[in-house]
């Protein structure tokens, strides 16, 4: 079963998922403690994530497929985003300095064309995040939240679909060890459940956190033909 925009904004307004997304902000903080002067963009669903770059940013952008429908942000003032073709997104070669992925890759119709887009939009010296359910994890099985559902992958599954298109992974990383549910005895051990599984079950994290870079010393790939792109926006913002 597939889930849209309303149900990753229910998710973010539970205490699981504000809890969830402090926790992976932060990991996305270490990744990229600075962002000043460069252009964003948030690839699925990342509004809970895109925010805390965004006064710094020289441009922030939150894009979602057409699958997903429109996800609006930020609240309460002019919308940065719109809503495009996953394999074709409105913006020019080289738009970006970073790129963010999440909610976005276990959802995508076609993972490798994905890729290849966001390939397209990366400046050669940009970096992606790449933020996907682990298969191993009790995350992906639970349809409670936004990463029960799509296609969850093993860290060596996602590096390997990276590396076969010429991206180079830089790092990986786990969180989010809790149990997805919203019991309060298991929301107030949720610092812990985070250090007793980065500890003894490192395996069974919930997500996989993957850096990469273009790899520009590999082959790269056939420049496709010019396409069409559509983006559709909110017309009352």
Not at 77 to 96: I, N, V
Request: charged residues 20%; contains cysteine.
């Amino acid at each position: 079963m597939s889930i849209d925009a309303r149900d990753a904004a229910e998710f973010y307004a539970t205490t699981l998922g504000g809890l969830s997304a402090g926790l992976i902000r932060a990991e996305l903080r270490k990744l990229w403690p600075d962002c000043s002067n460069l252009s964003l963009l948030g690839l699925g669903y990342t509004g809970p994530y895109l925010r805390q770059w965004r006064a710094e940013a020289r441009r922030t952008i939150a894009a979602s497929p057409q699958s997903f429908g429109p996800a609006l942000w930020p609240a309460g003032r002019a919308s940065l985003s719109c809503t495009g073709e996953e394999d074709a997104l409105p913006f020019p070669d080289l738009s970006f300095d970073r790129i963010l992925l999440v909610h976005g890759l276990e959802h995508a119709g076609n993972a490798r064309q994905t890729l290849r887009e966001v390939w397209r939009l990366l400046k050669d010296d940009g970096r992606l995040i790449v933020v996907v359910p682990n298969r191993q994890g009790m995350w992906a099985y639970w349809e409670n939240n936004p990463f029960g559902h799509g296609e969850p992958y093993t860290n060596g599954q996602l590096t390997r679909l990276l590396t076969s298109l010429f991206f180079q992974v830089e790092s990986q990383h786990s969180c989010l060890y809790i149990p997805p549910l919203n019991w309060r005895l298991n929301l107030r051990a949720f610092d812990l459940w985070e250090r007793f599984g980065a500890l003894f079950a490192p395996r069974f994290a919930g997500l996989t956190i993957a850096e990469a870079t273009k790899d520009l010393h590999a082959v790269i790939p056939l420049k496709r033909q010019p396409t069409r792109r559509r983006v559709l926006v909110d017309a009352s913002h």
